[in-house]
């Protein structure tokens, strides 16, 4: 199936600078040479702890940020180098849904209001023409059209996130980043806004980007999913592929804290691994493999030298130097 979305050897870099001048004395790379592609109609999810730079990669994709380097290519158009008014008509293509829908919506307007704001930035139809789109949009989120000219603190987490979505969908994007959709919601309505999100991917052929620190969430929602660690790629493979033979060690040690539904799944899990320490700052990343100072398999060539990219079966990828050596992954 054709990518709708092919990142190559994308990099973000942020400069540090210091004193009144602002002299640039370094810089942190948010996003170090990540390669993906997303077919039409899948999800693609990128998994890793906070700071691994997983948000970075969602808003370069969609130019909310500027890459330093490397190529975005969507439905054919290398987008990377474009100027903020090339990139108008991408927009519309392109859109994001963030993690907090409380932060996301402005207080002072109502939902109507919300909703509406793309097609009125893009100069789209009349007020009577938007209004019967927002009522469109309400019924598709199944938000009822009670809530038209409610202010986002009378809704609840859900039905802000419902009107969020609505948002995101109102310029008919191919393309949405989800960016912790539902890390910020109870427990009990995150399956609601995940089977919501389902549903709307099948019905309106959308190609997701699923930005999650939780592989438990993405297990059941994406086809494909990259882990991701300080700036780089640590494994990528077809979702089920990662599930019943993780590699990579830090792959090892997120899905071996998931929690455990049924006996099938006890299989897959390895046993629990706590790993050292928290993720060093990005400021200061470990030399060789980023990953050295908290892994539980480290070697001498690990604080030495960066690994390669390993392809242990097709579409399955590895960047760790145990493979390099022929070596299995430890338990
Ligand atoms: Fe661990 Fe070395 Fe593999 Fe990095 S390269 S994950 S430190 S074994």
């Given at each position: ?15 540090i ?10 810089e ?20 890793g ?90 019924e ?20 802000k ?26 427990v ?27 592989l ?27 599930f ?88």
């Amino acid at each position: 199936m054709a990518a709708l979305l092919s990142v190559s050897h994308l990099k973000k870099y942020f400069p540090i600078t210091a004193g009144f001048l602002g002299r640039r004395v370094g810089e942190v790379k948010a996003v170090d040479d990540v390669s993906f592609a997303i077919p039409e109609g899948k999800t693609f999810a990128l998994v890793g702890e906070s700071g691994s730079g997983k948000t970075t990669v969602g808003k370069t994709v969609i130019r909310l940020i500027r890459p330093t380097a490397g190529d975005i290519i969507f439905d054919g158009t290398n987008l990377s180098k474009f100027k903020e008014r090339d990139l108008k008509p991408w927009r519309r293509q392109m859109q994001i849904v963030f993690q907090d829908p409380t932060s996301s919506l402005n207080p002072r307007r109502r939902v109507a209001d919300i909703i509406a704001t793309p097609l009125e930035v893009h100069g789209i139809g009349t007020a009577r023409e938007r209004l019967a789109r927002v009522k469109e949009l309400l019924e598709l989120v199944e938000l009822p059209d009670k809530y038209l000219y409610s202010y986002p603190h009378a809704l609840s987490g859900g039905q802000k996130q419902r009107v969020a979505i609505a948002r995101a969908l109102a310029l008919n994007p191919r393309f949405v980043v989800l960016d912790e959709p539902t890390s910020a919601l109870d427990v009990s309505v995150q399956a609601k806004i995940l089977a919501l999100l389902a549903r709307l991917q099948k019905e309106l052929g959308l190609t997701y980007l699923l930005i999650s620190h939780d592989l438990s969430v993405v297990k059941n929602f994406s086809d494909h999913i990259a882990v991701m660690y300080l700036g780089k790629l640590m494994e990528m493979a077809p979702t089920q592929e990662l599930f019943a033979n993780p590699l990579h060690p830090y792959t090892r040690a997120l899905l071996s804290a998931i929690p455990v539904v049924i006996d099938e799944e006890l299989e897959m899990i390895p046993e629990r691994i706590t790993l050292e320490g928290e993720i060093p700052s990005p400021v200061n990343a470990p030399k060789g493999c980023v990953f050295h100072t908290r892994c539980y398999a480290r070697m001498d060539v690990c604080s030495l030298q960066e690994p390669q990219q390993w392809e242990p079966a097709p579409g399955h990828y590895v960047w760790c130097h145990l493979f390099a050596v022929g070596g299995d992954a430890p338990t």
